[in-house]
């Protein structure tokens, strides 16, 4: 009797255990999952490039105040710097966003922190690239904190080797581009040797295509004034022939 008492309420109290992790695991419904999906495949991310200036105390303005316009202002008053702003799109009620930078960014967005229909936030002057990983989730009542999906993003960090003169006619050479995702890992000297022989070659190419382009012209130019160039050659050759003749009657009178 005991022993049936015992599996009895065995039963029991397992009933009622998985009764309330059935209740405490519960989510959304199909249809909201589904719905809920969509708004996360909706994310998109990018950035922008954004000029702000800060006087000599550190304070930041979005464009050059009218003081440093002014007569008293000394050249040293006022600086700019390029900084990325990272932007988040199509964001919705129903959705919330963690987004972790290894720059040590990190915050937790809502809709109503949009601004515009954007949600924005500093990404830095551009001095390193900085991995973003974005998760989003639920924010429905009913399956709040699920996680719905993953991003993985990065700001570039700026180039300065695209600074050296070479460079300004190499835009999209590997070592020139202003902005890259991937660091170098050749040495200096590599690189601006790189620089180098790139520009080298870049020069070398252009004169041969003006030499090309010099021949190329005439030959254009030969074949559409064909007929009055052989006309003029051959007016010359008469001409040269009847002079030809002149000067030997002369000789021959002077000799006679």
């Known amino acids: 009797m005991k022993y049936f008492k015992k599996v009895f309420l065995g039963c029991l109290l397992w009933v009622l255990l998985v009764g309330v992790d059935v209740n405490a695991a519960s989510t959304c419904d199909y249809s909201e999952q589904v719905q809920l999906s969509n708004y996360a495949a909706a994310i998109k991310m990018n950035y922008e490039k954004k000029r702000v200036y800060f006087d000599v105390n550190g304070n930041y303005y979005d464009t050059l105040p009218e003081e440093a316009y002014s007569e008293n202002a000394g050249y040293d008053d006022y600086g700019f710097m390029d900084k990325a702003l990272v932007n988040i799109l199509n964001m919705t009620d129903d959705i919330y966003i963690h987004v972790k930078g290894s720059n040590n960014f990190e915050q937790t967005f809502y809709y109503k922190d949009m601004k515009d229909g954007v949600l924005e ?12 990983k974005i998760t989003i989730y639920s924010n429905s009542p009913r ?16 180039n300065h080797y695209s600074d050296i003169s070479a460079c300004a006619d190499l835009p999209n050479y590997e070592f020139c581009q202003e902005f890259i995702t991937t660091p170098f890992y050749a040495s200096e000297s590599e690189i601006t040797k790189r ?3 790139e520009y080298s070659k870049l020069q070398q190419k252009k004169e041969e295509e ?9 030959s254009d130019f030969i074949s559409e004034h064909r007929t009055i160039i052989i006309s003029v050659v051959v007016v010359i050759i008469i001409g040269g022939a009847l002079s030809a003749i002149v000067i030997l009657k002369k000789r021959r009178s002077r000799i006679l």
């Open 143 to 158: 399956c709040k904190g699920d996680n719905l999906r993953t991003i993985d993003y990065s700001t570039p960090m700026r």
């Open 121 to 132: 936030f500093d990404g830095g002057d551009f001095s390193e690239i900085v991995n973003y």
């Open 195 to 197: 620089i180098g022989e």
């Open 210 to 218: 003006k030499n090309k382009s010099f021949w190329d012209n005439l």
